[in-house]
T-cell receptor
């Protein structure tokens, strides 16, 4: 089966600019996650979708980050305006069900550098 | 909520030797513990997992053990090969949140020296 697709692979922007990332999960996977991975750290959940509804966005900095998953398939994550500390790899993952009882499948991520 | 600690942060072994990475978790309600391998420029890849009703699981050269009483679990890689060099992450599901998200450790960079 095709994996989780993410684009772009790399993005460099200046602080205060905006940026958007795209994710296409594995076909049939109802649950989609966005994780932020700062260099040298483990991934941290930003937001979890079940179909097109938000299940958990408790760690999403809502003053600058937003995400949507239209039609329960593709998802976009946006940052506006970006700060230097947003430099990280943004990972999208999907799973067949929402209870985390089976491992996620991660995409290759988007590496964001804010200068 | 759940907190996961992972040690060591870096580990160097000679090819053919064994490698052990240890993790502890704080929430006794957690019942699923996956391990991920992340190679440079790639996303984490699930390599093995264990559920709380099992004490040990093995898949070829990789094994994971779980001690629920002590709330720790370990990854064991035997007969290490250069292609095992990567960053390894442990994780535990955070059931207290009600959403079963994974809480990851901080990672172990494994270097297998030829």
């Amino acid at each position: 089966e095709a994996g989780v697709a993410q684009s772009p692979r790399y993005k460099i922007i200046e602080k205060r600019q905006s940026v958007a990332f795209w994710c296409n999960p594995i076909s049939g996977h109802a649950t989609l996650y966005w994780y932020q991975q700062i260099l040298g750290q483990g991934p941290k959940l930003l937001i979890q979708f079940q179909n097109n509804g938000v299940v958990d966005d408790s760690q999403l900095p809502k003053d600058r980050f937003s995400a949507e998953r239209l039609k329960g398939v593709d998802s976009t994550l946006k940052i506006q305006p970006a700060k230097l500390e947003d430099s990280a790899v943004y990972l999208c993952a999907s799973s067949l069900e929402d209870r985390g009882r089976y491992g996620y499948t991660f995409g290759s991520g988007t590496r964001l550098t804010v200068v | 909520g759940e907190n996961v600690e992972q040690h060591p942060s870096t580990l160097s072994v000679q090819e053919g030797d064994s490698a052990v990475i240890k993790c502890t978790y704080s929430d006794s309600a957690s019942n699923y513990f996956p391990w991920y391998k992340q190679e440079l420029g790639k996303g984490p890849q699930l390599i093995i997992d264990i559920r709380s009703n099992v004490g040990e699981k093995k898949d070829q050269r990789i094994a994971v053990t779980l001690n629920k009483t002590a709330k720790h679990f370990s990854l064991h890689i035997t007969e290490t090969q250069p292609e095992d060099s990567a960053v390894y992450f442990c994780a535990a599901n955070d059931r207290a949140s009600g959403t079963y998200k994974y809480i990851f450790g901080t990672g172990t960079r494994l270097k297998v020296l030829a």
